[in-house]
């Protein structure tokens, strides 16, 4: 088969991967002139910058990508298990490393917020316990093929639905196991994994703390972008031809069923498409002439970003890799996103990766990506607000680190949700396609394929199973085995 693929972020990457290991001839189509998407990486001056993702869970999901092309993958791709998975930070002066070890986070809890010792062993078992109930079916099967439905694990699941939490929110969830408000805030901060609102999205949420303590939170040596490098390197070994700077016009559909695309005016015939394009944007922009599932693609998005890049002329040894410096009002910090506005005390999140790239940054200095969550786009006045925003972030930084970080700053660089839109076509500059805020939404999100075009696959992080760097990784896992079934 010939197989086209529109768009080279980490899920077209992977599915170019696992379509080349099919013996399929594979092109991937990219607008931009470098491959990742979100998943890609910039310089300013001295300084390099990871531009969008910035937490590796799930490594095995890449290794599997390796393991399928009969490649090792230790010679191509490495990355190591943070000790100190988030450094938590709290206008009080309260300071939490959150350790993956689960005896010295228990203890570093018990020592800093004065909760018991059992909390944190609990809290990772419970998210265990979601997860091995409805992990595997739910992320990694497509929940639009009947043989899904018919397993002897989904039976079991549904049957344990009412343990879920699927019909509490996730901030009730978690005011269950613990009282202790920063704790609670801590746990709710799971939520923003996939863009969604913790005092609406549903306790099933809770499973995600499984994959960042019990599997474990890592860097990939070189940084996040190498996931990237490494993947192209991998398909390109396979065969895979990468044809940047061709954005796709239009997806040809005839007799319904998906025939070619057209790129500068020009139709190349493929046997099978993969749009690894916003689903939204697939739609609206490249099948303007078919009836669009228009319920599903108007679910409400996930949240947006504002991060500032800086290049910062000095070293922090009290920040980490990942830190977190905590509004003083959550709640109200997401009543006022989902009002389309930032908080006047957001929640800012620094990432260093000269904290394990030496070369990230002059020597004495670091690379600090600075992001808050924001809403999408809804016809804000970004400029104004983004003024206000980043003023608000440095007098959070230096009430809390104590120290005058304007002065620091050598090299600055934004991203923000009109930029994320037009880089990447994700519709409103939506970090994760469709926020989980809805209890369905896992079941609502599109199928990994067209049911009205034939020949016509979707996978990244607006199809199911969801956005993120893993789920994304299975999206192309599921259009895979669907395809070749
Ligand atoms: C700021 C930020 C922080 C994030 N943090 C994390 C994190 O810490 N951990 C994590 O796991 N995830 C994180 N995410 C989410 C993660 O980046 C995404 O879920 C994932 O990278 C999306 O991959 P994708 O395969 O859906 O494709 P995308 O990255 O969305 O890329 C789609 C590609 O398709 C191309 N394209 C679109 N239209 C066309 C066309 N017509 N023709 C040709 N090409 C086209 C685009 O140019 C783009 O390259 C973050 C995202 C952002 C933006």
New binding site residues.
Partial sequence: MKVGI???????IASAIRMACRGHEVDV????NYP????SQFRLGEYRFDA????F?MPSYVERLYALAGVPVEEHFSYERLDVVCNYFWEDGTRVHAYSDAEKFSEELQNKLGVDEDTVHRILKDSQRKYDICGEIFLEKSLHKFKTWVQPKILKAMLLIPTLDLFRTMNATNSGITSNPKLIQLLNRYATYNGSNPYKAPGLLTIIPHFEYNIGAFVPHGGMHNITTSLVSLAEKKGVRFHFG???EKINVDNRAAKSITIDGQQLAYDSLIS???IY?TYK??LPDVAHPERTLQQERSTS?V?FYWGVERSFPELDVHNILFSEDYKTEFEAMQKGGIYQDPTVYINITKKYVATDAPEGCENWFV?INAPHQNGQDWESMIQTARKQIIEKINRILKLDIESLIAQESL?DPRT?ES????HLGA??GSSSNNKMAAFMRHANFSNKIKNLYF????VHPG????L?LLSAKIVDEIMHE
């Fill in positions: 529109i768009g080279s972020g980490v899920a077209g189509f990219e607008a931009n990742g998407g979100k998943l969008g993702p910035s937490l869970t061709k954005k796709v690894n394009m916003d944007s922009k490249l970003a991060i992001m991203l994320i880089r990447t076509s994700s970090l994760y996978c990244g992080g607006s956005g993120g760097i893993p994304c």
